[in-house]
């Protein structure tokens, strides 16, 4: 059964940083691209970052693009979101996500495996 598990997670001030992990089981992506993606109270989810298999591509959403870095691990099959600057508008679930077929791409949507997220607050 393919999982991928959110962490890091919490509670932040304006101007503060935080780190989210997601760490993949059940099959490899080391082939695929990933992503996070984020859905705020009353809001539809929406695109965040993603990366190519080989962290040789990258893709941002314009509002977080310079404070947020992607990056992956595929030795471990775990890929992650370093937040900086963080406001209070990225006050959000935020989700790992994983495509299943290969691919060079960093697509903004059509992924296939979801994690069930993790809460950032970002307090003013």
């Known amino acids: 059964q393919v999982q991928l598990v959110e962490s890091g997670g919490g509670l932040v001030q304006a101007g503060g940083s935080l780190r989210l992990s997601c760490v993949a089981s059940?099959?490899?992506?080391?082939?695929?691209?990933m992503g996070w993606f984020r859905q705020a109270p009353g809001k539809e989810r929406e695109f965040v970052a993603a990366i190519s298999w080989n962290s040789g591509r990258t893709n941002y959403a314009d509002s977080v693009k310079g404070r947020f870095t992607i990056s992956r691990d595929n030795a471990k099959n775990t890929v992650y979101l370093q937040m900086n600057n963080l406001k209070p508008e990225d006050t959000a679930v935020y989700y790992c996500?994983?495509?299943?077929?290969?691919?060079?791409?960093?697509?903004?949507?059509?992924?296939?495996?979801w994690g069930q997220g993790t809460q950032v607050t970002v307090s003013s």
């Open positions: 996500a994983a495509d299943s077929s290969p691919s060079s791409l960093v697509p903004t949507s059509g992924y296939d495996y």
């Open positions: 059940g099959r490899s992506f080391t082939t695929a691209p």
